[in-house]
């Protein structure tokens, strides 16, 4: 399983993936399908569409981007002004750009907080909402975006306000100030994975079966060499340590049962927590989920010098599979 916290490396990963096949216009491509079958995905009570539909696109948003700015745990200021008709936002901080800055073995997608402007406008200009963002901070992790009506632009531009037209724009007559901090948050969003999970299927889909086993096989020697290097030295009980990690990390350690024997390492698990999940937001999971489990282990044992076995993966993601000497 590839946990909600490390789906962004997954992300920008896979945006060089689309790039180095077909360059730009196939990350925008992308961009859109995101757009479309999962922002946009009327079914899923977590998704923007979702609440556009029952709440228009103004309200609509803010009720989407409460739940997800809360499960990232970002720090944002905001100022909304009905009277006006906008509501604007600082991300101070976005845990997950941040991640990526942190990260020292792997570069972020140089153009990654790009699609968080597209898959957004393009749902909200449906619903006759203007979505801009200023990105000119994104390396720092920091952006700032505005809401508003498409007939009612607001009074200011975006990209050239100071600290005194915050202050200005604070104290107007209908402004309401909202602050929400990191501290206290963790950061588990879990719909990341019903992104990762479209991330292999949209990947199936262009490129085929042997795509996404390339692509995945490729992810896990870059993004997980730290691991691997560590599992090198260390061996079974490093790798027994790891996985028994990311279910922690997943609040799923429940289902998680390992066993280290001499040479082998056993792992079962009673069920999938993400397709548990997916079906709380009428989804499932897509052709290629499985190889999360099946191509994800395997290329770690490959790494590792580990025979690996997947002894049976049933459809609600029960599973057992083993890693040797």
Not at 5 to 28: M, N, W
Request: hydrophobic share 30%; with cysteine.
């Amino acid at each position: 399983m590839i946990t909600c916290t490390e789906f962004i490396p997954l992300y920008s990963e896979f945006f060089k993936y689309l790039e180095e096949r077909e360059g730009h216009d196939a990350v925008l491509e992308y961009w859109y399908h995101i757009s479309d079958t999962s922002i946009g995905d009327k079914t899923n009570p977590n998704s923007m569409a979702y609440h556009c539909d029952r709440l228009g696109g103004y309200d609509g948003s803010a009720k989407y981007w409460s739940h997800t700015t809360t499960e990232e745990a970002c720090d944002t200021y905001g100022i909304t002004n009905n009277e006006k008709g906008y509501r604007f936002s600082i991300m101070r901080y976005c845990p997950s750009r941040g991640m990526l800055n942190s990260l020292k073995h792997i570069e972020p997608y140089y153009d990654y907080c790009e699609h968080c402007k597209i898959i957004y406008s393009r749902v909200l200009e449906k619903y006759g909402i203007v979505y801009e963002r200023n990105q000119s901070e994104v390396a720092n992790a920091r952006c700032s975006s505005v809401l508003y009506r498409a007939d009612n632009p607001p009074d200011f531009d975006i990209h050239n306000l100071t600290d005194e037209d915050l202050e200005r724009m604070a104290n107007e007559p209908g402004a309401k100030v909202t602050e929400c901090k990191r501290e206290g948050k963790k950061y588990l969003h879990r719909d990341f994975h019903l992104l990762g999970d479209n991330a292999l299927s949209y990947c199936g889909m262009k490129y085929g079966d042997e795509a996404v086993i390339g692509f995945l096989t490729s992810y896990v020697k870059n993004f997980y060499a730290p691991q691997i290097a560590e599992i090198h030295e260390k061996g079974l009980v490093r790798l027994k340590e790891w996985i028994e990690n990311i279910y922690e990390v997943e609040e799923a350690s429940d289902v998680l049962h390992t066993e280290l024997s001499g040479d082998v390492l056993t792992v079962t698990i009673d069920k999938s927590p993400v397709i548990e999940f997916m079906h709380t937001l009428n989804q499932k999971p897509g052709k290629y989920y499985i190889e999360q489990t099946r191509t994800l282990y395997k290329a770690i044992a490959d790494e590792c010098g580990f025979k690996f076995n997947l002894e049976y993966y049933n459809e609600d993601g029960a599973t057992k599979f083993s890693f040797s000497k």
